[in-house]
Nanobody, 115 residues
């Protein structure tokens, strides 16, 4: 059974950086487009960045130029490098396929940006 586990979150001051990881079990990771999502308190979960099977990428406008999504199919792992973090980036970050599969939502990893 496929499982996704997020890690790498934490507290950082504005302007700081974090690198999130998403480890996938199973050998078919490389066959799917993947994405990072986030949910801030009181808001709906939103798509932040996605990466296709040919590593084509997409970013929501608010993170363009600051975040970078990548994947390592040999390690069944996806990453999100987050630079120049802002308080409005504070949220729980999740990984999932794109489009998402309900059964694959994990616990997420908390990112808090504050001074």
């Amino acid at each position: 059974q496929v499982q996704l586990v997020e890690s790498g979150g934490g507290w950082v001051q504005p302007g700081g950086s974090l690198r999130l990881s998403c480890a996938a079990s199973g050998s078919i990771f490389k066959l799917y487009a993947m994405a990072w999502y986030r949910q801030a308190p009181g808001k709906q979960r939103e798509l932040v960045a996605s990466i296709g099977i040919v590593e084509n990428t997409w970013y929501t406008d608010s993170v363009k130029g600051r975040f970078s999504i990548s994947r390592d199919n040999a390690k069944n792992t996806m990453y999100l490098q987050m630079n120049s973090l802002k308080p409005e980036d504070t949220a729980v970050y999740y990984c999932n396929r794109n489009p998402p599969v309900q059964s694959l939502w994990g616990q997420g990893t908390q990112v808090t940006v504050s001074s």
